[in-house]
Nanobody, 124 residues
Framework: QVQLVESGGGLVQAGGSLRLSCAAS????????MGWFRQAPGKEREFVAA????????YYADSVKGRFTISRDSAKNTVYLQMNSLKPEDTAVYYC?????????????????WGQGTQVTVSS
């Protein structure tokens, strides 16, 4: 069992930065691949970024490539999403998720555990 708690969301102006954190509980965290998804009002949940179990491989949605960076610190059981050059269209609830498979996944149904989400609002 893995429990995930996101933090770091908030209100920021366009062009600004935020760093989201996702703290995980459970001894097997280091074997899980991790992902970030987001859901804007009236829209479906969409993939943002993923990192494999070792942290050696990452993958991004085209909409955030070059602006967002996913990383993990297994000693702290935490995964991060550094978000730079934020745009109003990045406004959404951001969720972290864990996949027991350990490799990069971008489909939400391949993730086993989800956090409760953190709101990110980017003003123009």
């Amino acid at each position: 069992q893995v429990q995930l708690v996101e933090s770091g969301g908030g209100l920021v102006q366009a062009g600004g930065s935020l760093r989201l954190s996702c703290a995980a509980s459970g001894r097997t965290f280091s074997s899980y691949s991790m992902g970030w998804f987001r859901q804007a009002p009236g829209k479906e949940r969409e993939f943002v970024a993923a990192i494999n179990w070792s942290g050696g491989s990452t993958y991004y949605a085209d909409s955030v490539k070059g602006r967002f960076t996913i990383s993990r610190d297994s000693a702290k059981n935490t995964v991060y999403l550094q978000m730079n050059s934020l745009k109003p269209e990045d406004t959404a609830v951001y969720y972290c998720a864990a996949a027991s498979v350990g490799t990069i996944r971008w489909n939400s149904y391949e993730y086993d555990y989800w956090g409760q989400g953190t709101q990110v609002t980017v003003s123009s």
